[in-house]
């Protein structure tokens, strides 16, 4: 059990820092529309709430990332690192939809051909959290030390990977 909770542990410094990525990747594509739409004379960029949105966007992904950072280097020093791990796990995944959300709100509902729709973004927030929830449900099972508890979370966390990689995840 304890290599299980040791890879369990990893796996949440690997969801974190997948969720930093989606982060960014949004991040990028909001400065680059506010630029390019103009509203009343000057591009949206210049707007002083658009201004602090991207700011409040920064400011998460770095957190987000120095958690991530954080916590692998807690594991490669081979200290306990399962508290540093669960922190960049927990804020990077709510950092994520955060920035997405305020993506969003820059992009004024208009999304780019390349860009998720409503429909695509909902659905990756779904799978994410029913990603979130079959790792809670291993780490009951981790804890409680019950085989049988333990493959009921694994067979369930293993559909929702099989679906996330369906979709293209």
């Known amino acids: 059990f304890e290599y299980a909770k040791k890879m369990l542990n990893g796996s949440r410094i690997v969801m974190g820092s997948l969720c930093v990525g989606i982060a960014h990747?949004?991040?990028?594509?909001?400065?680059?529309?506010?630029?390019?739409?103009?509203?009343?004379g000057s591009s949206i960029s210049e707007f002083q709430l658009t201004r602090e949105k991207i700011a409040d966007m920064k400011t998460w992904i770095s957190a987000g990332r120095l958690l991530?950072?954080?916590a692998a280097r807690a594991r490669e020093s081979g200290a306990?690192?399962?508290?540093e791990a669960?922190?960049?796990?927990?804020?990077?995944?709510?950092?994520?939809?955060?920035v997405c959300d305020s993506a969003i709100q820059i992009f004024g509902g208009h999304f780019e051909p390349?860009?998720?729709?409503?429909?695509?973004?909902?659905?990756?927030?779904?799978?994410?959290?029913?990603?979130?929830?079959?790792?809670?449900?291993?780490?009951?099972?981790?804890?409680?030390?019950?085989?049988?508890m333990m493959q009921l979370a694994l067979d369930t966390a293993k559909s929702g990977g099989e679906a996330m990689l369906a979709m293209g995840i």
């Open 80 to 83: 306990d690192f399962s508290s």
């Open 114 to 148: 390349d860009w998720l729709t409503p429909a695509q973004y909902k659905q990756v927030l779904s799978e994410l959290n029913n990603l979130n929830q079959h790792h809670q449900e291993l780490s009951y099972a981790l804890n409680n030390e019950s085989g049988l």
């Open 68 to 70: 991530c950072m954080h």
């Open 86 to 98: 669960a922190q960049a796990k927990v804020f990077s995944t709510e950092m994520s939809v955060r």
């Open 25 to 40: 990747i949004a991040f990028n594509k909001a400065i680059a529309y506010s630029k390019q739409r103009k509203a009343f």
